[in-house]
């Protein structure tokens, strides 16, 4: 019996995808059999690949992180990219008991105080919630740029979410942000109104704000955090999102 080596075979897979283009990737992925999941914060790069998705009636279950704190916005960006594609986005939610008891120990907006208290925000209400929505699931789809940020700059086509058991795949990972706006602009694809206010990524309310001229992409996300790899633990398999899927 011929053993796989799962890093071995995300490799093989990224240099296959890297010779396709955005539709081909996708399609590929598809193709490979197994629940295929793709998470989209209905970010602009996210509303490229469920436009994708949607357009070419691709099996890929669309989903998102509803964590209860979300702009008005992308509430509505929700609704509209359902109508839109007539495709539907299933909503994963914290439970009510992991918000209770996160509110008691540090406050609902606790997450200000301190890194811990933000890693186990976003554990309850971003990282339990993912772990639903990847359950049995073969292959993690995402909108990961190179170009998002400094930590994000060797993001590849393909690699192994060892934690997680599974491919996670980013078909976007050597898209600029002027290629995503110009596929934007000729297909039509919905996109959060923020974006044009100065918020090219946009998460929960209280933990993003607006950029300033010549800030990196994310430098509005826990702007008030001055790690420069701060993320939320959904793209990180070490010690911070370990912490925060602890709590
Ligand atoms: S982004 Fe902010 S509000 Fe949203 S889950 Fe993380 S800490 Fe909580």
Same mark, same amino acid.
């Given at each position: 019996?011929?053993?796989?080596?799962?890093?071995?075979?995300?490799?093989?897979?990224?240099?296959?995808?890297?010779?396709?283009?955005?539709?081909?990737?996708?399609?590929?992925?598809?193709?490979?059999?197994?629940?295929?999941?793709?998470?989209?914060?209905?970010?602009?790069?996210?509303?490229?690949?469920?436009?994708?998705?949607?357009?070419?009636?691709?099996?890929?279950?669309?989903?998102?992180?509803?964590?209860?704190?979300?702009?008005?916005?992308?509430?509505?960006?929700?609704?509209?990219?359902?109508?839109?594609?007539?495709?539907?986005?299933?909503?994963?939610?914290?439970?009510?008991?992991?918000?209770?008891?996160?509110? &008691?120990?540090?406050?609902?907006?606790?997450?200000?105080?301190?890194?811990?208290?933000?890693?186990?925000?976003?554990?309850?209400?971003?990282?339990?919630?993912?772990?639903?929505?990847?359950?049995?699931?073969?292959?993690?789809?995402?909108?990961?740029?190179?170009?998002?940020?400094?930590?994000?700059?060797?993001?590849?086509?393909?690699?192994?979410?060892?934690?997680?058991?599974?491919?996670?795949?980013?078909?976007?990972?050597?898209?600029?942000?002027? =290629?995503?706006?110009?596929?934007? &602009?000729?297909?039509?694809?919905?996109?959060?109104?923020?974006?044009?206010?100065?918020?090219?990524?946009?998460?929960?309310?209280?933990?993003?704000?607006?950029?300033?001229?010549?800030?990196?992409?994310?430098?509005?996300?826990?702007?008030?955090?001055?790690?420069? =790899?701060?993320?939320?633990?959904?793209?990180?398999?070490?010690?911070?999102?370990?912490?925060?899927?602890?709590?």
């Amino acid at each position: 019996m011929t053993v796989i080596n799962p890093i071995e075979e995300a490799e093989a897979l990224a240099d296959k995808l890297s010779g396709l283009d955005l539709a081909g990737r996708l399609s590929f992925v598809a193709g490979l059999g197994g629940r295929v999941v793709f998470t989209t914060s209905l970010g602009i790069e996210d509303q490229v690949i469920t436009a994708e998705i949607g357009t070419h009636r691709l099996p890929i279950d669309v989903v998102t992180l509803q964590t209860g704190r979300l702009f008005p916005e992308t509430l509505a960006l929700i609704d509209e990219t359902e109508s839109q594609y007539d495709i539907h986005i299933t909503r994963y939610e914290p439970e009510q008991a992991d918000i209770d008891a996160y509110a &008691a120990k540090y406050g609902i907006n606790g997450f200000y105080e301190s890194v811990e208290a933000r890693h186990a925000c976003c554990g309850v209400r971003k990282l339990k919630p993912l772990a639903r929505a990847l359950a049995g699931a073969t292959i993690w789809i995402t909108g990961l740029r190179r170009g998002q940020s400094a930590n994000r700059a060797e993001t590849p086509f393909a690699e192994y979410d060892a934690e997680r058991h599974l491919l996670k795949v980013n078909p976007l990972a050597d898209w600029d942000i002027e =290629k995503i706006k110009a596929f934007v &602009a000729d297909n039509g694809v919905p996109v959060n109104p923020m974006h044009a206010r100065g918020y090219p990524s946009i998460g929960c309310e209280p933990c993003t704000r607006a950029i300033k001229p010549g800030e990196p992409e994310r430098a509005g996300r826990w702007w008030w955090e001055q790690d420069e =790899k701060r993320e939320c633990g959904l793209h990180v398999a070490e010690e911070a999102a370990a912490i925060a899927v602890q709590q």
